[in-house]
């Protein structure tokens, strides 16, 4: 069987899940989309594809 490879575009609700940029206080955000998938799936990869400034991607 091949591998599974997860490629996800970084969004800003991905960003805002992560604490990297600031959501309004009447918004619930949880975990974002690519760690919910992460969660609920199983990948051997991620590839992650984003314009965002450099440091908040790695962080």
Do not use: Y
């Not at 992560?18 to 955000?29: C, K, N, T, V, Y």
Request: glycine share 10%.
């Amino acid at each position: 069987m091949g591998k599974k490879i997860l490629i996800s575009w970084l969004g800003i609700t991905d960003l805002k899940a992560a604490g990297q940029i600031p959501s309004r206080p009447d918004e619930i955000i949880g975990d974002g989309p690519i760690l919910g998938a992460l969660k609920t799936l199983a990948f051997d990869e991620l590839h992650l594809i984003h314009e965002q400034e450099q440091s908040k991607a790695d962080a």
